[in-house]
């Protein structure tokens, strides 16, 4: 049986503060090895979904990775396109007179395709005014 200690010894170390930078500098990088070995070891979803949490948080916004928090500035970009395109695409027609040279089915068509994608953004095709 071991024998209970009569006295307590404490033993303390003391860092001059350059000793102490030195210190702080080596558990900075030793914890950033370790974060960016894990992260390196992650599959991509695994990635996207913890950048996706992060935004969601407020933490950091990474702004050229599109995630479900960027869905509505997504929309509105995408509207935004589709109302520019087919402003221009009509000016250029009218300038070039190209849609009278086109055949009828391919007008149908192109019809029927705008107003599906305007459907779809919740856009009026006659208005060009965003539906609430």
Known sequence: MR???DKVVVHRIEFQ???????????AVNGATSIFKSI??????TIYGLITIIEALGIYNFKSIPTLGDADELLVAF????ENGKA???QEEERTGAAAN???WVQ??????????YSVLGI??????TST
């Not at 503060?17 to 558990?27: D, P, V």
């Not at 009026?124 to 005014?129: F, L, M, Q, V």
């Open 88 to 90: 221009r695409r009509e």
């Open 17 to 27: 503060e350059k000793e102490r930078e030195l210190l702080e500098q080596f558990i």
């Open 124 to 129: 009026d095709d006659e208005t060009n005014a």
């Open 108 to 117: 149908k068509s192109d019809n029927w395709l705008y107003s599906m994608f």
């Open 40 to 45: 390196a070891s992650m599959d991509i979803k």
């Open 3 to 5: 024998r209970k200690p």
């Open 102 to 104: 086109r055949p009828e």
């Open 79 to 82: 509207s935004s396109w589709a």
